[in-house]
């Protein structure tokens, strides 16, 4: 199973800032297939970026994702009011399909 | 727009079984090449992945569940369910059920249901 660690563990910005959330994997992930997703309070995930880099449908251009192998990236260029949330990565290149333990980003 | 919808009891006894079915529209469940997950997360803490299921019927699940969990589709009702037998405390959580974006990948969910909670207490 690949454990996926995410770092760090909270992330305290203020909007407008710039957010570097790191998922690092415990072998490589096949294909790149690693999603990050962004949860809020009693609401379901919603899917920002799959395939490692690809932005999914009606996703600002402010969420980017890289990396490739075993150490992925989301980067958010300049956090909105409504970006403070957790955060959790994804791989699903292998069985079975494992998460991060999630990255709370803050209101600082 | 695809929608999916969880339902089932909210509350199971210890040792008994948890049955979930997650109901699609705006789609056919069998009309094109996608997998269809559970997937779930305890009252505060982080998501797991539970299991996957191709319109076709393969079907692959969580070792983490042992031989618990059991996944299935029914395409004449547009219906995929998953079944959890001999559950304990440690499975109450908040079931979603949701779709990948991209055909032929097991990931990547980009439609999700609401989540339905189910509590194991006796």
């Known amino acids: 199973e690949i454990v996926l660690t995410q770092s760090p563990a909270t992330l305290a910005l203020s909007p407008g800032e710039r957010a570097t959330l790191s998922c690092g994997a415990s072998?490589?992930?096949?294909?790149?297939?690693l999603a990050w997703y962004q949860q809020k309070p009693g609401l379901a995930p919603r899917l920002l970026i799959y395939?490692?880099?690809s932005r999914a449908t009606g996703i600002p251009d402010r969420f980017s994702g890289s990396g490739s192998g075993a150490v992925f990236t989301l980067t958010i260029s300049r956090l909105e009011p409504e970006d403070f949330a957790v955060y959790y990565c994804?791989?699903?290149?292998?069985?079975?399909?494992?998460f991060g333990q999630g990255t709370k980003v803050e209101i600082k | 727009q695809l929608q999916l919808q969880e339902s089932g009891p909210g509350l199971v006894k210890p040792s008994e079984s948890l049955s979930l079915t997650c109901t699609v529209s705006?789609?056919?469940?069998?009309?094109?090449?996608?997998?269809w997950g559970w997937i779930r997360q305890p009252p505060g803490k982080g998501l797991e992945w539970i299991g996957s299921?191709?319109?076709?019927?393969?079907?692959d699940s969580n070792p983490s569940l042992k031989r618990r969990v059991t996944i299935s589709v029914d395409t004449s009702k547009n219906q995929f369910s998953v079944r959890l037998t001999s559950v304990t405390a440690a499975d109450t959580a908040v079931y979603y059920c949701?779709?990948?974006?991209?055909?032929?990948?097991?990931?990547?969910?980009?439609?999700w249901g609401q989540g339905a909670l189910v509590t194991v207490s006796s």
């Open positions: 395939d490692a880099s």
């Open positions: 072998q490589s992930v096949s294909s790149d297939y």
């Open positions: 705006g789609g056919s469940i069998s009309s094109d090449n996608y997998y």
């Open positions: 994804q791989q699903y290149g292998s069985s079975p399909q494992t």
């Open positions: 299921i191709y319109s076709g019927g393969s079907s």
């Open positions: 949701a779709r990948p974006g991209k055909e032929w990948e097991r990931g990547g969910f980009d439609y």
